[in-house]
């Protein structure tokens, strides 16, 4: 039985994932929070005609005690969202302090659980959670997963419109480092198959890998961020955990995990020069978690080399914002 939650069900990302989640047959039972409209969302949802046992709470009444108790994954978009002109850490003052609140639940409530956080800016949230849930004392990096699943849908869709290829499912593209504008790194010379870029499309393809979230953030113009993409890619990488937790093999999909505490992450972290205690790398997903985390980097081309070394500049500031505001309030 594997029961999942949702905090920050009721928002743009938090409806169309519970949604994916209710119809998938990997979610016994769904239970989705949020300060505002969760209720509702799950009426709505609980008259579809599929198992999973759907709830809603709000925070009054203990509503994350009940939402999260014998909860097995745990998906957090909760938090607001960029408008035109912002960037993901200036989402930091707000979210900061809703991610550690939500994070001490999971330590009290389900401290065993998967925990995948979508909210922004994930380069610092995800350093939140940790040290929130060490300073718990129930702190297991093979099951903190910060999701960077959006970059890599991102970056398949893109290089398929310029390689001209028809299904972009055929292509896979590892993307590693953090998930906010420079510090995303397409490893384009290590795609499955490989692709051929043309050198004068080159720089402009990692730019909207890289970039990409501002189309939306544009377009929505003041409406909020990426919705319905996130949603898939978030249910995309829960149902990668899930799948690998009921023993399906050969799983992998890259997210920004805490290095020194999963298997494979100290070479890793050797392997981007031993600062940096973060970083999105793939993943082999086993039955707890993590099984390992794999060195994506070891034959990168000199353009790659280059946009790593400005990626590993802007994480090691957001982690340690991360890092701080934990600290501080601890
Ligand atoms: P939204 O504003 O539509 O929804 C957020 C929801 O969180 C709202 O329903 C709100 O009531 C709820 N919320 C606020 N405080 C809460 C609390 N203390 N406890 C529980 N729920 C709370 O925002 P949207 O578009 O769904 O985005 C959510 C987050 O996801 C943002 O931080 C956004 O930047 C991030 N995001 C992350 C992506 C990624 O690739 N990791 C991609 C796109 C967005």
Same mark, same amino acid.
């Given at each position: 039985m594997v029961k999942a939650a949702v905090l920050g069900a009721a928002g743009g990302i938090g409806q169309p994932l519970s949604l994916l989640l209710k119809i998938s047959?990997? +979610? &016994?039972e769904l239970s989705l929070y949020d300060v505002v409209n969760s209720p509702g969302v799950a009426a709505d949802l609980s008259h579809?005609?599929?198992?999973a046992e759907t709830k809603g709470f709000l925070a009054a009444d203990d509503g994350l005690e009940k939402a999260l108790t014998g909860c097995d994954i745990v998906v957090i978009p909760a938090g607001i969202p960029r408008k035109p002109g912002m960037t993901r850490q200036d989402l930091f003052t707000i979210n900061a302090g809703i991610v550690r609140t939500l994070i001490q639940g999971v330590a009290k409530f389900c401290p065993k659980a998967y925990v995948l956080i979508i909210s922004n800016p994930v380069n610092s949230t995800v350093p939140i959670a940790v040290e929130t849930l060490k300073e718990a004392g129930?702190?297991?990096?093979?099951?903190?997963f910060g999701v960077t699943t959006l970059d890599v849908v991102r970056a398949s869709t893109f290089t398929a419109a310029v390689t001209g290829e +028809? &299904?972009?499912?055929?292509i896979t593209i590892p993307v590693v480092g953090g998930h906010s504008g420079e510090t995303i790194v397409p490893l384009l010379s290590a795609a499955t198959p490989a692709v051929s870029i043309p050198e004068d499309k080159y720089a402009a393809l990692i730019k909207r890998i890289q970039f990409g979230g501002d189309e939306v953030v544009q377009a929505k113009a003041g409406a909020g961020s990426a919705t319905l993409s996130m949603a898939y890619a978030g249910f995309r990488f829960a149902e990668a955990v899930l799948k690998a937790h009921k023993g399906e093999k050969n799983i992998v999909e890259p997210a920004f995990v805490y290095l020194p505490g999963v298997p494979g992450g100290q070479e890793v972290q050797a392997a981007i020069g031993?600062?940096?205690e973060y970083f999105a790398v793939p993943i082999e997903l086993g039955t707890e978690g993590v099984a390992k985390a794999t060195?994506?980097?070891?034959?990168?081309?000199e353009a790659e080399k280059k946009l790593l070394e400005v990626a590993y500049t802007g994480l090691a500031d957001n982690i340690k914002n991360g890092i701080a505001f934990a600290q501080e309030k601890a």
């Open positions: 047959p990997l +979610v &016994d579809i005609a599929t198992p129930v702190f297991d990096a093979k099951k903190v +028809v &299904d972009p499912r055929k031993g600062q940096l060195n994506p980097i070891p034959n990168v081309t």
